[in-house]
């Protein structure tokens, strides 16, 4: 069972060089969720789309677009990357529709490493 | 003040030992509570539910005390392969409606 993909796993972009992380999910989940992990900070909540056509703001949206393609896809954009989105991003979902899976239960990709330089 | 607080660690323990963690939360909004894993370089993984009787999973319990606003998780009979991070999470009422907030992780190294 695949669950999560998220492609690519490493990129590493110049300062102000744009490119797109794709997340895709076979589990027919409604909720999808991009976060970004960094030392010290814990997992944090960049965009986030309840179900199929609605998106959302999470916690460090700056710098961020999001497109929730279909009910299986869910896009990060980083239109003209800076240092400071240096991190590992994890796409997630959960079947449940919503801010926040009820029951907790996230289901991450296997997270794609940016550095930006 | 941090939502979601854990001490770091790294907590290096013998294969066999009884080791705990814990985690406070400073939101009273809070309404459910998590524990996942996270193994090195790879996604966290749900590993139980918090709630507020306490709960038992094998080896791990996990209790509640929401009058202090702290969770816990222990392993009893640590096995090499319980080397992880283990991320205390919570879910919080907010004016946007619920949402995840996840503590930085407790980092726990079972030896031999």
């Known amino acids: 069972n695949a669950g999560v993909t998220q492609t690519p796993k490493f990129q590493v972009l110049k300062t102000g060089q744009s490119m797109t992380l794709q997340c895709a999910q076979d589990?027919?989940?409604?909720?999808m969720y991009w976060y970004r992990q960094d030392p010290g900070m814990g997992l944090r909540l960049i965009y986030y789309?309840?179900?199929?056509?609605?998106?959302d703001k999470g916690e460090v949206p700056n710098g961020y677009n999001v497109s929730r393609l279909n009910k299986r896809e869910f896009s990060l954009r980083l239109e003209s990357a800076a240092p400071s989105q240096t991190s590992v991003y994890f796409c997630?979902?959960?079947?449940?529709?919503?801010?926040?899976?009820?029951?907790?239960?996230?289901?991450f990709g296997e997270g794609s490493r940016l550095t930006v330089l | 003040r941090k939502e979601v607080e854990q001490d770091p660690g790294p907590f290096n323990v013998p294969e066999g030992a009884t080791v705990a963690f814990n985690c406070t939360y400073s939101?009273?909004?809070?309404?459910?509570f998590f524990w996942y894993r996270q193994d090195c370089r790879k996604e966290p993984k749900l590993l139980m539910s918090?709630?507020?009787s306490g709960n038992e999973d094998g080896r791990f319990t996990a209790q509640l005390n929401r009058a202090s606003q702290y969770i816990s998780l222990l392993i009893r009979d640590s096995k090499l392969s319980d080397s992880a991070t283990y991320l205390c999470?919570?879910?919080?009422?907010?004016?946007?409606?619920?949402?995840?907030?996840f503590g930085t992780g407790t980092q726990l190294k079972v030896e031999l």
């Open positions: 997630a979902s959960s079947p449940r529709a919503g801010r926040a899976s009820v029951n907790g239960e996230l289901f």
């Open positions: 589990m027919n989940h409604n909720s």
């Open positions: 789309s309840a179900s199929e056509g609605t998106t």
């Open positions: 939101n009273s909004a809070s309404q459910s």
């Open positions: 918090v709630y507020s």
């Open positions: 999470v919570v879910n919080i009422l907010t004016g946007g409606g619920n949402k995840l907030t």
